[in-house]
């Protein structure tokens, strides 16, 4: 055994040694969380990991992802080479590429040479990217990204050098096959003395970049390397659209105060974050000049695990409300929509809404801590279960002057749930109006609960007040059982999602329907009869309603329905569908003043009128509300109307 080899297994021992280490405890903290079961269905999950992980889905839909799918494969396939590279050192004559047969040989010489060019090609756009077309946030030109660059590039440098100086010695004879180290070879002396020499020196520059990069992994943001491929393999196996149920027992702590406290997968996206600022880009708070900044929040948790894991009793950094990096601020945890912007764009899907509701559940449940303008509200929905306090006997004043039957059981069909908007605000009464039009036109059998109904609770929950919502959807589920109701079809989109998804946590088998996918579905059989002239109402521009689109998917039915009633696709904002942008008033915003930046809903509005609209179409009480609010702000009110989608239907109903 050479000098060189020895002393090449006592460097590879000690640099494995030290990364072993590094893993160990880096991910051993990760196990302090709290169970979370993302080991069922193995093969869905396997599929997962191959389209997201290393189809790099996501990735690619960004004009620098392009970049990154090439930097990644390169990666993913040069570390075939660098394997064998290391294997090599330990076993020199045995272990070895060169010994396969020719053709074997320079297929592989040729893709690890046209990989390494691809990949310091890569590097250098990254690089220049950093300094003219930086993402809006410092970390982006940090040390820490020059440094793994500088390493990468490093790396492949050593590589062209390496096999430059065997081809131009003559010692390799798949020269021809490396156009680029062939290339690189041309430019040396053949058959030089000291060629074989600085073959050498490049083989362990080669070795030591390879190894400090590896050791250096776990303590950079690049650890993601190794934690977003087995994140996208234990991605929730269906879009995060609501929070999981908390038990409330004598002893039990509420939410989630220290960073333990969130399961393993919460602290393992925090691992995975690969710092790529998309989240931030698409959240509607920091886009508007908030404090919150999703990115942020996901470091904050990692920093902080890696600071206060290890400490028993005191922490020296507070999760919530501390200064500094690694703890979240108060006012950041409140400034949330919940409109899943972030979670819809991230690479790796972390889940950045649950983590911000599990603080905020903390703060309202332990800690009795949260924005003085949420006290009467908390109290309006525990003394007369909706947001303004109003006695129930106002729910009915909506259809004083229709005849509307109570739900009966066996012989109505449908239970509509009006919703507390539907029911008591002035303004969203009229949409309520328009689908009892609607409904009775189709021959719909229908009914309501009158003064009965509950509020279904979502902006409690969001606000991570979930005491009181878990009473109240074990009030609103029992009432259901008890008065034998099946179908449920709704106006508002956080009803909708409430009764849909978050009742499923205490067994409800609810058939839900949005008044969008109704009313589609009544027009695609013929039971809706529209006018063949529709109603003028001008350029209409629709609102992707963030619990009706991005929560559960439904795009394209009130699409078709704004055709059918009108007689033209509606006008799309430049943000729209899985990509649209939020009124402001999801996950409890809605009773809340924006303290901080501009106004959400005023943003959204002013995009909007980019389209030169005459009409705002809506499917949610909330954004109505954010819009016409929006619309007086720029003093564009007179110009431009907003209605329901349920409102343009019944406009195009025969008399």
């Known amino acids: 055994m050479s000098a060189t080899v020895i002393a090449f297994i006592i460097v590879l021992v000690l640099a494995l040694a030290f990364f072993a280490y590094s893993c160990y405890r880096r991910f051993g903290l990760v196990l302090k969380g709290k169970p979370d079961n993302r080991f069922n ?11 997201y992980a290393f189809g790099q889905r996501r990735v690619v839909k960004k004009p620098f992802g392009v970049n990154h799918f090439v930097l990644f494969w390169a990666f993913m396939i040069l570390l075939i080479s660098n394997t064998e590279f290391l294997l090599n050192g330990l076993a020199p004559d045995t272990i070895s590429f060169s010994l396969l047969p020719d053709g074997a040989y320079f297929t592989l010489a040729f893709i690890f040479d046209i990989m390494s060019v691809l990949a310091l090609i890569a590097v250098i756009l990254a690089i220049i990217r950093r300094f003219t077309f930086p993402p809006p946030y410092v970390e982006a030109k940090s040390r820490d990204a020059f ?22 010695a003559g010692a390799d004879r798949a020269g021809v096959w490396m156009p680029v180290a062939n290339w690189v070879a041309s430019w040396l002396p053949s058959g030089a003395a000291g060629l074989g020499t600085a073959a050498r020196v490049f083989w362990w520059i080669h070795a030591v970049i390879l190894l400090a990069f590896l050791d250096y992994l776990p303590y950079s943001k690049h650890m993601h390397i190794m934690t977003s491929i087995p994140n996208c393999f234990f991605k929730s196996l269906e879009k995060v659209k609501t929070q999981p149920r908390e038990e409330f027992k004598k002893g039990n702590t509420f939410g989630v105060g220290e960073v333990e406290s969130f399961t393993w997968k919460g602290l393992f996206d925090s691992y995975s974050c690969t710092e790529c600022g998309r989240c931030s880009d698409a959240c509607p708070a920091t886009f508007t000049g908030k404090s919150l900044q999703p990115r942020l929040v996901i470091h904050d948790i990692k920093v902080n695990l890696l600071k206060n894991a290890d400490k028993d009793g005191h922490k020296e950094l507070p999760l919530i409300g501390g200064e500094g990096e690694g703890s979240v601020k108060e006012e950041v945890i409140w400034e949330c929509t919940t409109c899943g912007a972030c979670m819809e764009v991230c690479p790796v899907f972390i889940e950045h809404v649950p983590r911000i509701v599990d603080m905020r559940r903390h703060l309202v449940e332990t800690k009795a801590r949260f924005p003085e303008e949420l006290l009467l509200l908390f109290e309006n929905m525990e003394q007369r279960s909706n947001p303004w306090g109003i006695a129930p006997a106002e729910r009915t004043k909506w259809a004083a002057d229709i005849d509307v039957q109570p739900f009966e059981a066996g012989k109505t069909e449908y239970l509509f749930y009006v919703g507390c908007a539907g029911a008591l605000d002035a303004r969203n009464r009229h949409t309520t109006l328009s689908l009892a039009k609607i409904f009775d036109k ?29 009473r109240m959807a074990q009030a609103n589920i029992k009432m259901f059982a008890e008065k034998g109701v099946k179908k449920i079809i709704t106006q508002c989109p956080h009803c909708f999602s409430t009764l849909k998804n978050d009742y499923r946590q205490y067994g409800a088998e609810l058939e839900v329907v949005h008044h969008t996918e ?79 930046g501009s106004l959400i809903n005023v943003a959204r509005v002013e995009e909007a009128l980019k389209k030169q609209p005459d009409t705002v179409c809506v499917a949610c009480p909330y954004c109505m509300t954010m819009f016409d609010d929006g619309l007086k702000d720029k003093e564009a009110s007179d110009k431009v109307r907003v209605l329901d989608l349920a409102e343009i239907v019944a406009n195009a109903l025969p008399d």
């Open 442 to 470: 189709a021959g719909i059998s229908w009914g309501t609960l009158g003064r009965d109904e509950m509020c279904c609770g979502d902006s409690l929950r969001r606000l991570g007040n979930e005491y009181v919502f878990d």
């Open 147 to 168: 440094v793994i660059l500088g390493l990468v590039a490093g790396l492949m440098i050593a590589f062209f050098g390496m096999n430059a100086c065997e081809i131009a």
């Open 41 to 51: 269905s193995i093969g869905k999950r396997f599929w997962n990991m191959l389209f």
């Open 518 to 596: 109704l009313i589609n579905q009544l027009i695609k059989e013929g039971r809706l009869k529209l006018k063949s002239t529709p109603p003028d109402l001008g350029k209409v521009v629709y609102h992707d309603s963030c619990y009706l689109g991005r929560y559960n998917g439904i795009y394209d039915a009130p699409r078709r329905v704004i055709t059918s009633a009108t007689g033209s696709a509606p006008l799309e904002m430049e943000r729209n569908r899985d990509n649209g942008f939020c009124c402001g008033a999801g996950g409890g915003r809605m009773w809340m003043e924006e303290k901080e």
